[in-house]
């Protein structure tokens, strides 16, 4: 399947690794997007939009990428923040009455809450209710002391920093974002992996903002820009962001990772891994901005493979591959 899209002349390695890419899918096809220098320099997609092959991969095909939706949500709590709306570092309890876990708001948008799971099993059908979830999730004792350590909140980051921001400026986190942003632990409930669920018309309608985000490659890479470029938050909301507020071994996935306001940290920049191998992020170091979606599950070794030719082409060193998810990197 031929790539479709484009790559700035000093680029052409990049649309070279991205077909290699594309040819040994095995499943869906994939999107690439990079902007640098202020402008949008690589925009790539390529494969089929469905397992049967019947239907081409376009510009605007949709991706679930699951925890690259996290950031989007932040971004939504960090502007109520901006306006003095949200306090960062006062108790959950203040807007969100009931909340049993000890935590600020600091503490929830930098994964150090400790509400990372469920201990009573619930069917699926609790992800397509926003106000039973919330329920469910403000009753639930934390895995560990908020503050103390961290772990990703994998299926309910969303929930929580929805939530909050729900109570505070009454619209829904979805409304929030359309009209202000954009114009074990994960078995319970069942079915966050079920292709049957992912793919049905009930998930993408139900509000589960901590995976379910559906954009592209170039709408995940364009909302990176905006926020480096200062068009979605001041900087210095981005700089206090973008600064670790946690570090260490991350209690629900294990390995070292630091976490910002909703974002993985590294030494090169910020953003957020999904699972399946997709990736949003901004590499304050090198200048530029990528956003990769895939239908095809797989590892991050394709968006590694991307952003290291992509640097190459800067003239920037590689990135150290780690062989995990990037939450950053």
């Given at each position: 399947?031929?790539?479709?899209?484009?790559?700035?002349?000093?680029?052409?390695?990049?649309?070279?690794?991205?077909?290699?890419?594309i040819?040994?899918?095995?499943?869906?096809?994939?999107?690439?997007?990079?902007?640098?220098?202020?402008?949008l320099?690589?925009?790539?997609?390529?494969?089929?939009?469905d397992?049967?092959?019947?239907?081409?991969?376009?510009?605007?095909?949709?991706?679930?990428?699951?925890?690259?939706?996290?950031?989007?949500?932040?971004v939504?709590?960090?502007?109520?923040?901006?306006?003095?709306?949200?306090?960062?570092?006062?108790?959950?309890?203040?807007y969100?009455?009931?909340?049993?876990?000890?935590?600020?708001?600091?503490?929830?948008?930098?994964?150090q809450?400790?509400?990372?799971?469920?201990?009573?099993?619930?069917?699926?059908?609790?992800?397509?209710?926003?106000?039973?979830?919330?329920?469910?999730?403000?009753?639930?004792?934390?895995?560990?002391?908020?503050?103390?350590?961290?772990?990703e909140?994998?299926?309910?980051?969303?929930?929580?920093v929805?939530e909050?921001?729900?109570?505070?400026?009454?619209?829904?986190?979805?409304?929030?974002?359309?009209?202000?942003?954009c114009?074990?632990?994960?078995?319970?409930?069942?079915?966050?992996?079920?292709?049957?669920?992912?793919?049905?018309?009930?998930?993408?309608?139900?509000?589960?903002?901590?995976?379910?985000?559906?954009?592209?490659?170039?709408?995940?890479?364009?909302?990176?820009?905006?926020?480096?470029?200062?068009?979605?938050?001041?900087?210095?909301?981005?700089?206090?962001?973008?600064?670790?507020?946690?570090?260490?071994?991350?209690?629900?996935?294990?390995?070292?990772?630091?976490?910002?306001?909703?974002?993985?940290?590294?030494?090169?920049?910020?953003?957020?891994?999904?699972?399946?191998?997709?990736?949003?992020?901004?590499?304050?170091?090198?200048?530029?901005?990528?956003?990769?979606?895939?239908?095809?599950?797989?590892?991050?070794d394709?968006?590694?493979?991307?952003e290291?030719?992509?640097?190459?082409c800067?003239?920037?060193a590689?990135?150290?591959?780690?062989?995990?998810?990037?939450?950053?990197?």
């Open positions: 399947m031929e790539t479709q899209g484009f790559a700035d002349g000093r680029f052409g390695p990049v649309r070279q690794c991205f077909t290699e890419i040819a040994a899918q095995p499943g869906t096809g994939a999107a690439f997007a990079a902007w640098c220098d202020g402008r320099v690589v925009d790539l997609w390529g494969g089929y939009a397992l049967g092959r019947r239907r081409r991969w376009d510009a605007d095909s949709l991706v679930q990428p699951y925890s690259v939706s996290k950031p989007f949500a932040a939504c709590a960090l502007r109520l923040t901006e306006a003095g709306r949200l306090d960062l570092d006062a108790p959950v309890q203040r969100w009455p009931g909340f049993r876990a000890p935590a600020t708001v600091r503490h929830v948008l930098s994964h809450a400790g509400v990372v799971m469920l201990d009573e099993p619930v069917p699926t059908e609790a992800f397509y209710d926003w106000d039973w979830l919330c329920t469910l999730l403000a009753a639930q004792q934390p895995a560990w002391p908020p503050g103390t350590r961290h772990g909140s994998p299926l309910f980051y969303g929930h929580l929805g909050l921001v729900r109570r505070v400026d009454g619209r829904g986190i979805g409304r929030f974002l359309r009209e202000e942003i114009g074990p632990a994960i078995s319970n409930p069942p079915g966050a992996l079920d292709g049957s669920v992912v793919n049905s018309a009930a998930w993408r309608a139900a509000k589960i903002p901590a995976v379910n985000g559906h954009g592209t490659a170039a709408a995940v890479a364009g909302f990176y820009h905006a926020l480096a470029a200062g068009g979605l938050l001041s900087p210095g909301m981005l700089a206090e962001a973008v600064t670790p507020q946690s570090a260490g071994p991350d209690l629900v996935f294990g390995g070292n990772n630091a976490w910002g306001l909703g974002f993985g940290i590294s030494d090169d920049g910020y953003g957020m891994g999904g699972l399946g191998g997709s990736y949003g992020g901004a590499s304050t170091a090198g200048g530029y901005t990528v956003g990769f979606v895939t239908g095809s599950i797989g590892s991050h394709r968006i590694d493979k991307l290291n030719t992509l640097r190459e800067l003239g920037l590689p990135i150290p591959v780690t062989g995990g998810p990037p939450a950053d990197r």
